[in-house]
Nanobody, 132 residues
């Protein structure tokens, strides 16, 4: 099992930036797709971004495309989410997650990589609050 720990959340004004990090320990995660999800109060957990095992492919939710960038440093066992031009509607708890299988992101359907059930290990989450 992999332990995932998110960091980097906080309070920021509209238009500001934050960089989230997710560090893995326990066993190697470099052979799996990694995802970022978020959950606002009273809302379901929603997909934000995913990155392939090598970092060569990425996918984004339409709501964050062009503003957020997912990346990974496998040597550091860390996945990042750079968030720019933040909006109040980005306010949520952000979670990173590890794909439960050895899946190619390039050949995966959005129904798969956007589905929280496709991921087996989750961090505890980090709060992001964007004030208007």
């Amino acid at each position: 099992q992999v332990q995932l720990v998110e960091s980097g959340g906080g309070l920021v004004q509209t238009g500001g930036s934050l960089r989230l990090a997710c560090t893995a320990s326990g066993r190697a995660f470099t052979d799996r797709v990694m995802g970022w999800f978020r959950q606002a109060p009273g809302q379901e957990r929603e997909f934000v971004a995913a990155i392939s095992s090598t970092g060569g492919s990425t996918r984004y939710a339409e709501s964050v495309k062009g503003r957020f960038t997912i990346s990974r440093d496998n040597a550091q066992n860390t996945v990042y989410l750079q968030m720019n031009s933040l909006k109040p509607e980005d306010t949520a708890v952000y979670y990173c997650a590890l794909d439960r299988t050895y899946r190619s992101l390039d050949s995966s359907s959005p129904l798969t990589y956007k589905n929280p059930l496709s991921y087996e290990d989750w961090g505890q989450g980090t709060q992001v609050t964007v004030s208007s």
